[in-house]
């Protein structure tokens, strides 16, 4: 049995305040945290894995802006949403973050308020990032009308059934159930396997979730 931490969302938190960092602990606990003090750091940690949210405090540990890594950040993550949190940026300054290719999706102003800090956190989580890409890969296939590949009708097929699987197995008790799945989902109980393979290897579930993953699927 694994510990229900292992399939919940991951969260990068980037804020230099204990205090709020204890807040952010409070409040957030029913996801995986991982709290770096600088937009510097918060870049290399990009490197070895990607969260499934970003929040970004503007006011960082030595003296940089949380606002001026945010290009940065999404050039390093781009299907990583983030959650820009200031006390200090006008609203035109508001307005230029969430504006862009590479902008925010949402901001909140200091103090956090914890409830609207939760709703958009589940919001952020749900809504944007990985299901925005889906989103919008079914979208040009609806434009595509009769002219879209099979290879392309799959893989679409196969991040939709990934990103519904995702939000199923977060904070989910024990092993996933395999064979349950790939009846829900029509498919074979290899197909769930690579699922499941495709988003250890992208960071979205942890080994433990499934810690036959490097194995590959038999043949049934």
Known sequence: MIETAATMASILIIEDDP?????YAKA?????????????A????????????????NILDAGERGVEFLSRLKDAAAHVP??????TLKIREQLAALQ???????ILEKPVDLDELDRTVEIALTECGFGEMVAALQSLERTEKTGVSDPDRRF?????????????LRGADGRP??????RDFNVARKTIIRDLQDMIRRGQLPEEAYPEWK??????
């Open 19 to 23: 205090k709020q960092l204890k807040l």
């Open 28 to 40: 957030l606990r029913s996801y995986r945290l991982t709290c770096v003090t600088t937009g510097s």
């Open 42 to 57: 918060a870049l290399l940690t990009l490197t070895a894995t990607k969260p499934d949210l970003i929040i970004l405090d």
């Open 82 to 87: 983030v959650i820009l949190i200031s006390g």
């Open 100 to 106: 862009g290719p590479r902008a925010a999706h949402f």
């Open 156 to 168: 679409t097929e196969r991040l939709a059934r990934q990103y519904e699987m995702l939000k199923r």
């Open 177 to 182: 159930n395999i064979s349950g799945l790939a």
């Open 215 to 220: 194995l590959e699927p038999a043949e049934e």
